[in-house]
């Protein structure tokens, strides 16, 4: 063996060789210099003995310890017939493909943990005893364990099993089992009735009392497991919404709100609530947390960070990690569901209704509708939409009237039901017709007014503030049937009304076409559903109420009057 130094060196030397493990050895130098070899000098070349088996070897360990009175022991602690101090086995099979074994289906225990004792073995991983516990593999990997009762509770990827601890059971002939103590840490391993798991969402799981809840996203439902088993509570009015939804989602996290014994799940950012006296899901709600946890029958959720305490009196309602927001609440009128129904009225028994005020004139405080109710505004309960299978509306504001909250539906008029008489044609233009002039000086003005002339004249159901629409001659041929994707609306307004012609007044704030209607177009009008239409249509509505408030608010019940369409 030769290597390189830079040193005055002597044949006989000892070269001393450190391992990593510790162990040191003493190798002699046979000869140094080049091939013909040197008794000393300085070079960087030598050239070590290869014959090994007499050198000097340092141990990184030892097998006894003097007492520095002349007296070495060689056991553990002197006693008599106590394990010599050795280094043990030295292991010589050798391993292929040596690295590092992922059980997902096996759990593995330690020795015990005294504390009256000082007797600590958590350490201690013994091969010799039975410390594994294996499952089927076809279970899927295991994602949370949690002990419940004297039992342990295993939640795998695709089953929920049930591990019995310090004993096992014994099967009757009838298949009831009973159960025996024995030896074992861990006992038989019983599956739950059910293909439902955890999927690879352990965040999900909750546990109160005897219950817990947590998610399948594989399977798209939400769980309970409590003592009469598995029940997917997704079914309770939610199992469309969860299957859609659980499968989009990145992160189930679940949490626990002892204050109102509600299991709060967030996905997709928006947290849903499942409450068990109503043995349904209650509420959406719009704060997302990034944890959350019960505590002394306080409920607390985290957000970028920071703790949050929740029904906290002295903060206003509906205020979640400092942003306001607003509750709403969507119910659905469908009594006599296979008919078709118009929705006059909506009412409803609750806290104060949302105002907004008027401006106020002259010195009396009367205000521009001559109503008393609205001086000042005024948070509470209002109307967000309504909506049927056919049509919409909306409500100004509830008025009450003998402790109830109520008022009449008005047609919405920003849409167009083309299955009613809401739209309807004039006629066709005789000549063509500008909205705009332009002077001497190449200056387009706006026209306030303008005058449409027909060919006919006109026999329809028109009136003032009535909506003009028109078809280009050439967008429509005969039999074609006249829809949103052959109208164009301009901001025209009905002010007069002739044999032939009617008057329109143009919307100022934007700029038309100097020709707008060409001879051989089609005009058509809609009516004004806020003027002409009283109540909505439909084999059922969709009511959605909002809450402004800040404090407290009601909502006992809602309700509307109803009369069949066709009486």
């Not at 000393?40 to 990184?60: R, S, V």
């Not at 509770?153 to 004993?167: G, H, P, Q, R």
């Not at 059971?169 to 074992?184: R, T």
């Not at 405080?365 to 000042?376: I, M, V």
Request: hydrophobic content about 30%; overall charge negative.
């Amino acid at each position: 063996m030769t290597y390189s130094i830079n040193k005055i060196i002597n044949t006989g030397d000892l070269f001393k060789i450190t391992k990593p493990n510790g162990d040191v050895i003493y190798i002699e130098i046979d000869t140094i210099g080049g091939p013909g070899g040197l008794t000393n000098g300085q070079t960087d070349t030598f050239t070590l003995k290869t014959k090994t088996h007499n050198f000097a070897y340092d141990l990184n360990w030892h097998n006894c310890y003097s007492f520095g009175n002349g007296v070495e022991s060689t056991r553990v602690r002197d006693d008599f017939n106590k394990m010599l101090l050795a280094p043990g086995v030295r292991v010589s099979a050798e391993f292929e493909d040596y690295k590092k074994e992922e059980r997902k289906n096996s759990l593995i225990y330690s020795g015990i943990y005294n504390k009256s004792s000082s007797f600590n073995e958590t350490n201690q991983f013994n091969l010799a005893e039975k410390i594994t516990k294996d499952l089927n593999p076809t279970y899927g990997s295991i994602q949370k364990l949690h002990t419940r009762d004297s039992d342990l509770t295993v939640l795998c990827e695709d089953k929920i099993l049930k591990v019995l601890a310090n004993k096992d059971s014994l099967f009757n002939a009838d298949g009831n089992p009973q159960l025996i103590s024995n030896e074992k840490v861990l006992g038989q391993s019983i599956p739950y009735i059910g293909d439902y798991g955890i999927s690879k969402n352990p965040e999900s799981f909750v546990a109160e009392a005897y219950r817990s809840y947590f998610t399948d996203k594989q399977r798209g439902v939400v769980l309970r497991l409590s003592r009469d088993g598995l029940t997917p509570i997704s079914l309770h009015g939610m199992k469309d919404y969860f299957r859609d939804n659980l499968k989009t989602s990145d992160l189930l996290i679940g949490g626990y709100d002892k204050k109102k014994d509600q299991y709060n799940l967030t996905l997709n950012s928006t947290t849903v609530s499942f409450q068990e006296n109503v043995r349904g899901w209650t509420s959406f709600k719009t704060y997302v947390p990034e944890n959350s946890v019960s505590c002394s029958s306080d409920y607390y959720s985290f957000n970028k960070g920071e703790i949050y305490l929740h029904h906290d009196d002295s903060v206003n309602r509906n205020m979640f990690y400092g942003v306001d927001a607003e509750s709403e609440i969507t119910l659905l009128f469908n009594d006599a569901p296979s008919t078709i129904k118009n929705f006059e009225t909506v009412s409803y028994e609750g806290t104060q209704a949302k105002v907004t005020a008027t401006t106020e004139t002259g010195t009396n405080l009367r205000t521009e509708d001559d109503s008393y109710y609205n001086l000042e505004d005024k948070s509470g309960w209002y109307l967000n939409n309504i909506t049927t299978d056919k049509n919409s509306g909306k409500i100004n504001e509830f008025i009450e009237k003998e402790g109830k909250w109520f008022n009449y539906i008005k047609g919405d008029n920003d849409e167009i039901d083309y299955s009613s008489n809401q739209l309807q044609g004039i006629g066709i233009i005789s000549q063509d017709t500008v909205l705009t002039e332009t002077d001497s000086q190449g200056v387009v003005t706006v026209l306030d007014e303008v005058v449409i002339t027909f060919s006919e004249d006109i026999n329809t159901s028109l009136s003032l503030n009535d909506t003009i629409y028109y078809v280009v001659e050439t967008n429509i041929g005969d039999g074609d049937v006249i829809d949103s994707t052959s109208l164009i609306e301009y901001a025209l307004t009905i002010v007069s009304i002739g044999k032939n012609t009617i008057t329109v007044k143009h919307d100022t704030s934007t700029n038309p076409p100097a020709t707008i209607f060409e001879q051989g177009d089609f005009i058509l009008f809609k009516k004004n559903s806020n003027i002409n239409k009283s109540g909505v249509i439909g084999y059922y509505a969709e009511v959605t109420f909002g809450n402004s408030a800040k404090d407290k608010a009601e909502l006992f019940s809602a309700s509307s009057q109803i009369n069949e369409s066709s009486k």
